[in-house]
């Protein structure tokens, strides 16, 4: 019995690892050095997981102009882009970002805002990937 489970819990792990993908960041041209992806899985109730990692991202604020920080977004087809909350970068320029969206088809973005809280974004586009799932 204790086998049986070991060997199930063995294909449920490998099914959810199989599921996963990963879509590369696409930097803008005023942040050259950047770079990350996005880990997108699906969890129990077939949302989707992403989780973002981001390297060598510029402080907000030696934008041009400068920014308060980044926003996260997530737009899906046809729809408006909604504020996911902000990217905080560390003192080695890195960033890490996870939620769960219903979302199956989008696009996610980062953008240089004033305002954390911006209902629609207005800021410089500083990190694109689109998800097709």
């Not at 077939?46 to 920080?69: C, D, I, R, S």
């Not at 909350?85 to 004033?114: C, H, I, M, W, Y």
Request: hydrophobic content about 40%; overall charge positive; some cysteine.
């Amino acid at each position: 019995m204790r086998k049986l489970f070991t060997i199930c819990l063995t294909l449920a792990l490998l099914a959810t690892v199989a599921l996963a993908k990963k879509y590369p960041l696409t930097a803008a041209s005023i942040v050259p050095g950047a770079r990350g992806d996005v880990d997108i899985s699906k969890d129990n109730n077939g949302n989707t997981k992403l989780k973002m990692k981001v390297q060598h991202l510029a402080n907000a604020e030696n934008l041009t102009p400068p920014a308060a920080g980044y926003v996260i977004w997530l737009q899906g087809r046809g729809g408006d882009a909604e504020n996911q909350g902000q990217l905080k970068v560390d003192r080695n320029l890195e960033a890490s970002f996870e939620t769960v969206t219903p979302l199956k088809s989008f696009d996610v973005f980062v953008t240089g805002e004033q305002d954390l809280k911006a209902k629609s974004p207005s800021g410089l586009e500083v990190l694109k990937a689109t998800i097709q799932q």
